[in-house]
């Protein structure tokens, strides 16, 4: 008797390829979440991963500042370059000091940034979740996109500022967590 695999190698391939994705099928079916599992409303609190809160903030973000989560969001990360005094561009302009930056996730899961940085704007303003990078979390605010990395802020394309092609500010404050 001739073999399958022998007159056709490519075809015996096929079928060893069809067979793996189809279980791989069963298995993602089997252990994926059915899409009408309930949800539930307890929420546990923040495991801190990575430095310390700052002073003058708590799980919601910065104390007395728009860079704040509301009460029905959860505090996911909390960036900032702190000066204390203003900071000079590249072009000798004199602008705002400290640049806060706070990541919410509500209930559903989506991440928003809330800002006060007044070397970009004088009124603080929120962004859209954009993507994740490798070390990074990026928004996108009012035709700009704000990178926030470990040790780096930085905000490209600023429509408002077309002299600011890119701005970026080194971290000084950083805290994380994980729900």
């Known amino acids: 008797m001739i073999s399958a695999r022998k007159c056709f190698p490519a075809l015996a391939g096929a079928v060893l390829f069809c067979s793996m994705v189809a279980c791989a099928g069963e298995n993602a079916a089997a252990t994926s979440p059915s899409p009408s599992a309930p949800t539930t409303s307890t929420r546990p609190g923040p495991t801190q ?90 928004f996108v605010a009012d035709g700009m996109k704000i990178d926030l990395a470990r040790a780096t802020i930085t905000v490209t394309d600023d429509p408002k500022h077309p002299e600011f092609r890119a701005v970026t500010w080194t971290v000084n404050e950083y805290w994380a967590a994980v729900y």
């Not at 909390?78 to 706070?102: A, C, E, K, M």
């Not at 928003?112 to 490798?134: H, K, W």
Request: glycine share 10%.
């Open 49 to 138: 991963t990575d430095g310390v809160l700052p002073e003058g903030t708590d799980t919601h973000g910065y104390r007395n500042s728009f860079a704040r989560c509301e009460d029905s969001e959860r505090l996911v990360l909390l960036v900032s370059q702190t000066t204390g005094h203003p900071v000079t561009t590249f072009q000798g302009s004199q602008v705002g000091g400290d640049q806060r930056f706070v990541v919410c996730e509500d209930q559903t899961g989506t991440r928003i940034v809330r800002a006060v940085a007044p070397a970009l704007r004088s009124d603080p303003f929120e962004g859209a979740f954009f993507t994740f990078t490798a070390n990074s979390q990026q």
